[in-house]
């Protein structure tokens, strides 16, 4: 199988951490330079970059979280002035102000080379066509794959989210042969076609690259034998710098963290002591090669854990597990991130007032769905019944304003929403992934 | 085949060199850039033992050199070609070129192969060997260039350090003496360390680049990304002020 960069890829670990350590010293020099906030935190903690010696001496540096990134919202953790970047993304934070990141114009080439090399390694080639159904906009996704696809030579279509019918059109017409979507996307598109009598055999797809949301081996199995092609996980995200973190090669045995460009660390999500190799915990990233928007010591929230043994497929790079879990309380619904205090913020600003809330997470027809349940106040009770209609469809298109997906909104009955320990449940996942 | 790790260089109370690291592999041109004063020259002088250093490593083909002295450093294979040529000026030129190859006349076939080099620095340098009886210090300041060149050259490194080839030269003899650089690499594949204030044709020529700022490397990367870099046209690729700055 063809490897995209094996000068990199393949580089023997000595080798490797040398490239780290050099890479590691020139953007901790540059970020204590350049960013005001790394500046002032390392002087609290009396850190100058000259502590950094080895690799390990990376511990001594705090963690940098999605808070710090929230209080500093929008540019002040760039590391670069504004005229030189070239493009801005954002993903959703905590609360309804969204995370900003920007890219120089080396930043876009070196992500165009990082994506090149996971779908190299899942097995796209220069005389593929790829349709993208990503939602192309302020999310990294659709652009980091589109990117990669185009340094490769590929064909791309980019088709965008949505109007399945369409999409399964393009694909028997157009000839598409790799698929890029969210996993759960996929199974829509499977459930799709099978609806209206489209064989997936009688298609030329033969790669699907999913990623956006934690999806299981048994659901690798279904996609696989439903849509007739080899499917492969990537990972990433848009504070780091979106798809092109990890990517599975074709022995689908974990995914490859291209380390000569990110530093991966686990630790444990309750203390952040730093774990030893093979443990499970939260995964924390250290960007190397990023002008624009270095991070250090990023914690992502997603709990994995790191494999350093050789893999068959040549690449030297560690492989990390699939992420299933979270350290906070963030959902993923269709490839987007949902965090509740998103939604509290929404509810109370609709309803000046923070009555008790659950949210639902279920899988309807293949997608997944989200509801919030709100327990019926005397205000709201007060209302009439057109007003009442008219509260829940102002939170509905405040959260979708907010949030970015649409969600069903329902009232229901005082004290019918589950407690344990006297506290009432916020979260209800029902989904099997 | 060089590695350095975390080196650090004092003179005096002045801390010049804080916490280098870079590394170069076999056949690479390696350019540092970097304002005067941020330590490059001395980086350089490091390496070959002129100027010792306070903590840090440094693995030549995978053995320690940090602390040997400069003659032992040269026998192993490293030859510095130093800031502003350095040539013994009351020498003739021939005088000049052999005693660069003075660890050579240890070894039992030393004259012989003394020989053989000193006709591929006149392969290289066909100036000098017009000029082989002349007094290095008559010779034009591009001259000596190629002559200090090809000094360091006698004592057959697989690592040269290049210290500001192109200062004080004449436009063409600067491309000339480029040219030579690039055949070493290309052809003999010889490592370079290329140390240059002309950074534009520096990066064109090499493979990859350190930026030295007050003795830390800010950046670091191949060098069509370090051209591609504000930073380094701002302050190191003399881009006019207007394109980077006015709309």
């Known amino acids: 199988m063809k490897i995209w960069d094996p000068r990199h890829e393949c580089i023997p670990r000595d080798e490797l951490e040398q490239l780290q350590l050099e890479r590691l010293q020139a953007t901790i020099n540059r970020v204590y330079k350049n960013v005001i906030y790394y500046r002032k935190i390392f002087s609290e903690l009396g850190v100058i970059p000259e502590d950094i010696q080895s690799l390990s001496d990376l511990t001594h540096l705090p963690f940098t979280t999605r808070e710090d990134l929230r209080l500093n919202y929008p540019y002040g953790m760039f590391a670069v002035p504004l005229r030189e970047v070239v493009r801005i993304h954002s993903s959703s934070g905590t609360t309804s102000k969204p995370i900003v990141v920007g890219y120089t114009k080396n930043d876009i080439r070196m992500w165009s080379n990082l994506v090149a090399r996971f779908m190299t390694a899942a097995g796209v080639a220069h005389d593929d066509l790829v349709q993208i159904a990503f939602h192309y906009g302020l999310f990294t996704g659709a652009f980091g794959l589109h990117y990669g696809a185009e ?88 504070e780091v710098i979106g798809p092109g973190v990890a990517g599975e090669c074709l022995h689908k045995n974990g995914m490859h963290i291209s380390e000569d460009a990110f530093i991966p660390e686990i630790v444990d999500p309750e203390t952040g002591a730093t774990l030893p190799p093979g443990s499970i915990g939260e995964l924390v990233l250290t960007t190397l090669t990023k002008e624009a928007f270095p991070m250090i010591r990023y914690r992502t929230g997603d709990i ?106 329902r009232l229901v009955e005082p004290g019918s929403i589950p407690c344990q320990d006297g506290k009432i449940v916020g979260v209800i996942d029902r989904r099997q992934l | 085949m060089l590695k350095i790790k ?77 800031e502003g040529r350095q040539v013994f ?63 360091a050259l006698m004592a057959g490194p697989k690592l040269l350090l290049l210290d500001e080839p192109s200062m004080g030269l004449a436009p063409m003899i600067v491309q000339e003496i480029f040219r030579v650089i690039e055949n070493l690499s290309r052809e003999k594949r010889t490592t370079i360390l290329l140390v240059e204030q002309n950074a534009r044709a520096s990066l064109k020529m090499a493979d990859r680049g350190y930026v030295l700022e007050t003795g830390r490397v800010i950046l670091q990367g191949s060098a069509s990304e370090l051209l591609e870099n504000r930073e380094v046209q701002r302050a190191y690729l003399g881009k006019d002020k207007k394109e980077i700055w006015e709309r």
């Not at chain 2, 070129?97 to 003394?114: F, M, T």
């Not at chain 2, 000193?118 to 000029?131: A, G, I, K, Q, Y």
Request: net charge neutral; glycine share 8%.
């Open chain 2, 6 to 82: 975390n080196i650090n260089t004092c003179y005096g109370q002045v801390h010049v060199l804080k916490n280098v690291s870079l590394h170069l592999d076999e056949g690479e041109i390696v350019t540092l850039i970097g304002a005067n004063g941020a330590g490059k020259t001395t980086l350089l002088n490091s390496l070959s033992g002129i100027v010792p250093l306070k903590s840090g490593e440094i693995l030549f083909a995978g053995s320690p050199i940090g602390n040997l002295a400069p003659h032992k450093i040269v026998a192993l294979g490293i030859s510095q070609v130093p």
């Open chain 1, 304 to 409: 994995t854990s790191l494999d350093y043994a050789m893999c068959d497929c040549g690449r030297t790079m560690v492989r990390m597990k699939k992420t299933m879990d979270r350290s906070d309380d963030m959902l993923i619904i269709r490839g987007v991130n949902v965090f509740p205090s998103q939604i509290e913020e929404a509810i109370f600003s609709i309803a000046q007032d923070v009555p008790p809330h659950q949210l639902v997470v279920k899988r309807q027809d293949e997608m997944d769905v989200l509801e919030v349940m709100i327990e019926v106040t005397e205000n709201i009770f007060s209302l009439e019944m057109q007003k009442q209609r008219m509260f829940l469809d102002s939170l509905r298109k405040r959260i979708r304003s907010m949030v970015g997906i649409d969600v069903a909104v």
């Open chain 2, 89 to 151: 000026k009351p020498l003739s030129v021939e005088d000049n070129l052999e005693l660069g190859a003075y660890p050579n006349y240890k070894r039992k076939e030393g004259r012989k192969e003394v020989k053989k080099i000193m006709e591929m620095v006149f392969n290289l340098f066909p100036t000098l060997l017009e000029r082989r009886k002349q007094l290095a210090g008559t010779l034009s300041g591009g001259e000596q260039q190629m002559l200090s060149i090809g000094r």
């Open chain 1, 151 to 238: 340094t490769i030579g590929a064909s791309v279509i980019p088709m965008s989210t949505g109007n399945s019918e369409k999409q399964i059109m393009i694909m028997q017409d157009y000839k598409t042969t790799v698929l890029v979507c969210t996993p759960n996307y996929a199974m829509a598109l499977a459930g799709r076609m099978e609806k209206i009598g489209v064989d997936p055999k009688g298609l030329s797809l033969r790669v699907g690259l999913f990623g956006g949301e934690p999806w299981s081996e048994t659901m690798r199995r279904e996609i696989e034998n439903r849509l007739n092609l080899s499917a492969t996980d990537n990972y990433g995200l848009s």
